[in-house]
């Protein structure tokens, strides 16, 4: 199982959106509406972000957003804030019944 | 509140096992699977395998099969993670994770813990 594809980079000005990609295929991303996304500081646990594609936990700014279309997954962070910048990985369910995570996105805040 | 607390840090030889606890608390221990997912320093996630807490079943990535186990015991709410025949590539942080049954997300993480393989 190849892990699903991210940009390893995104920036951008706070208060402007910018957006995560997250690629795989149709045994995973596009298979199944199991895409959840995390947020991790250095040095930290990860965090849950996303779950179900669009689905936000209790506690997670409204700020954070998911979307898919075909074998593609996105999260899109709006009103960018400092605190954002971190790494964030997606990861999905897939047809083996096994999971697998993105490479990764380490989002800058200019 | 839930919670989920790993054991301590490990060094070990190439060659060796090394077998991590993660000890739950705040829920229904057999209710959620646990996942285990480890971090290579400055390198991205990686997902081990998943152990249903109530019967036992398991699932490993392809990559690690032969070499992780892992298991449960019920009556002190722990799963464990062990990997043999370990490599310098191994070093890692290692975390257990809960996974929600219904949304395949994990929702809360241990602190992760620290494998170092070194001669």
């Known amino acids: 199982q190849s892990a699903l594809t991210q940009p390893a980079s995104v920036s951008g000005s706070p208060g402007q959106s910018i957006t995560i990609s997250c690629t795989g295929t149709s045994s995973d991303v596009g298979g199944y509406n199991y895409v959840s996304w995390y947020q991790q500081h250095p040095g930290k646990a990860p965090k849950l972000m996303i779950y179900e594609v669009s689905n936000r936990p209790s506690g997670v700014s409204n700020r954070f957003s998911g979307s898919n279309s075909g074998n593609t997954a996105s999260l899109t962070i709006s009103g960018l804030q400092a605190e954002d910048e971190s790494d964030y990985y997606c990861s999905s369910y897939t047809s083996s019944s096994t999971r697998v995570f993105g490479t990764g996105t380490k989002v800058t805040v200019l | 509140q839930v919670q989920l607390v790993q054991s301590g840090a490990e060094v070990k030889k190439p060659g060796a096992s090394v077998k991590v606890s993660c000890k739950a608390s705040?829920?229904?221990?057999?209710?959620?699977?646990m996942n285990w997912v480890r971090q290579a320093p400055g390198q991205g996630l990686e997902w081990l395998g998943i152990i249903n807490p109530s019967g036992g079943s398991t699932t490993y990535a392809q990559k690690f099969q032969g070499r992780v186990t892992m298991t449960r015991d019920t009556s002190t709410s722990t799963v464990y993670m062990e990997l043999s025949s370990l490599r310098s590539e191994d070093t890692a942080v290692y975390y257990c994770a809960r996974e929600n049954p219904h949304s395949d997300a994990f929702d809360i993480w241990g602190q992760g813990t620290m494998v170092t393989v070194s001669s």
């Open positions: 705040g829920y229904t221990f057999t209710g959620y699977y």
